[in-house]
């Protein structure tokens, strides 16, 4: 979400005469597009202001515009301005298409303004009541993979989760947008599109006949609608909001491909209750058991939180115990982070931290080896590979199979942007292997693959965002 949000506001400075900087020592303005969901994230933020001070010489006015957005920006707001003085603008997610009026402002505060330091900066976290979609530009993209934002926000409130705090209530954009922002895309060259959402499957846009769409009528209506749109997938999605429709999709929706991220955080009931994810872990094997049936060939992913409040040495045996009874392509698993102002910071037991890493260590383990076998399932057999980019060896490119499965082939760069089928010839840590089918000047199965290794961060390593 937070990659969608950078590229609009983005384009919402292009008019200004802004572009992106190689650097940010290069940089006119420096723009901070910030995660709050866990403590590291939010974090780096100081560290990375820190790194800019010097040019700035501690004052507005001097050096770069600085600007934070972002989820920091909302929960700390005018805390960071006495945190880091050096910071001219702060703005929250839902407020970012303001951006252009609040650089403009403050760009004139420059021009006229002759004691700097005294310069007040300018703080923008309102939750609108107009949608900010009306106000963003038509999205720029290249390459045939494009996010697309069709949800946002969250009243769940999970005990652990600080964003219903900092995105607000849920949103859903109307049918008739999301439809005409896809098209858009497609002809831009956009292939694989990611719809994307909080709680995305909680999707409830209103269509121009007045009637509100679940994410599975959705899904369909890309489907039919949008010619070229060649695969969809979705994050993230809540076990809750997982519909008949929606589940009926992943069977009768070609375009819709056969990778779901859908996470469980706990295998444990006390802890999902604690967590007040309202539902079990029945309920989710159920769920799992359900979509399996629609769709044999489908593979998931999940989010794992070690350590939350409450959790015990059997509530731990539990989540380990169902991740071994679902077997999981990939996923994304964190130590706990109290976050302030959430009822599960308050809590009064709290898990020790070398508990917490000890219980993650061994989450990652067993995520590590399912994700080896799911790896290793695959040789020998053949995939459509959609290709995204060039590797790093020449001659190289990256595409990915339509279980979001990153596969590294020795391919003509013509081929960038399309979709060939591939025989997956070895099995990496993070990424397959693979040869063209049908090429006369591919390598054989049997030459050695060369693996690009930053892929290998994509996997198992903390999430960069919610
Ligand atoms: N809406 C999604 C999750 C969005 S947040 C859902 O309900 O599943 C992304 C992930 O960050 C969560 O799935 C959770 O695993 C992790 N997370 C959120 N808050 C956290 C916290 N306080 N500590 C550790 N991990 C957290
Ligand atoms: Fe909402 Fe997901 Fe956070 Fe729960 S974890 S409050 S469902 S965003």
Not at 72 to 83: M, Y
């Amino acid at each position: 979400m937070n990659v969608y949000d950078s590229a609009r506001m983005a384009e919402l400075l292009a008019p200004l005469g802004y572009e992106a900087s190689d650097s940010p020592d290069n940089a006119d303005l420096v723009l901070f597009n910030t995660c709050h969901i866990r403590e590291n994230a939010s974090e780096k933020l100081y560290s990375e202001l820190g790194r800019i001070k010097p040019a700035k010489a501690e004052a507005r006015n001097h050096g770069p515009m600085v600007v934070v957005a972002g989820c920091v920006a909302q929960a700390a707001g005018e805390e960071i301005f006495r945190r880091a003085p050096q910071v001219d603008i702060i703005l929250g997610p839902q407020t970012y298409h303001r951006l252009p009026e609040l650089v403009s402002a403050s760009e004139r505060t420059r021009m006229t303004t002759s004691r700097p330091s005294k310069t007040p900066g300018m703080i923008d976290i309102a939750f609108p009541d107009e949608p900010k979609f009306d106000a963003l530009p038509a999205p720029k993209n290249e390459g045939p993979t494009a996010f697309l934002s069709i949800q946002e926000g969250c009243d769940k409130f999970c005990a652990f989760c600080v964003v219903p705090y900092t995105r607000g209530a849920e949103f859903s954009r109307p049918v008739a947008s999301v439809l005409a922002e896809a098209k858009l895309l497609v002809a831009q060259g956009a292939k694989d599109i990611m719809l994307l959402g909080q709680n995305v499957n909680a999707y409830h846009g209103e269509a121009q006949t007045g009637q509100e769409w679940g994410l599975g009528r959705l899904i369909r209506a890309l489907a039919d609608d949008v010619e070229g749109l060649e695969r969809i997938r979705y994050t993230t999605s809540h076990p809750r909001d997982m519909d008949e429709d929606l589940i009926a999709a992943h069977g009768e929706v070609p375009a819709l491909m056969p990778f779901l991220h859908l996470p469980v955080q706990s295998g444990d009931d006390g802890v999902l209750k604690a967590m007040n994810r309202g539902h079990s872990r029945d309920d989710y094997r159920l769920l799992v058991e359900k979509l399996r049936k629609a769709c044999p060939d489908l593979v998931l992913s999940s989010d794992f939180i070690a350590g939350h409040p409450g959790e015990n040495d059997r509530a731990h045996e539990n989540t380990l115990k169902l991740i071994a009874d679902i077997g999981f392509a990939q996923a994304f698993s964190f130590k706990y982070s109290p976050r302030p102002g959430t009822p599960a910071a308050a809590h009064d037991d709290q898990i020790p931290e070398e508990t917490k890493n000890k219980r993650l260590f061994e989450i990652q383990a067993l995520l590590k080896d399912q994700q080896a076998a799911h790896y290793a399932a695959c040789l020998g057999k053949s995939y459509p590979v959609l290709f995204e980019r060039k590797g790093r060896y020449e001659g190289q490119l990256i595409g990915r199979t339509p279980h979001y499965f990153p596969v590294h082939v020795s391919a003509a760069e013509s081929l960038m942007g399309q979709s060939a089928m591939v025989q997956i010839a070895s099995v990496g840590t993070a990424s397959l292997g693979g040869v063209l089918q049908h090429d006369p000047q591919s390598t054989s199965p049997t030459d050695p693959v060369h693996f690009d290794s930053p892929l290998a961060t994509e996997t198992l390593q903390e999430r960069p965002s919610c």
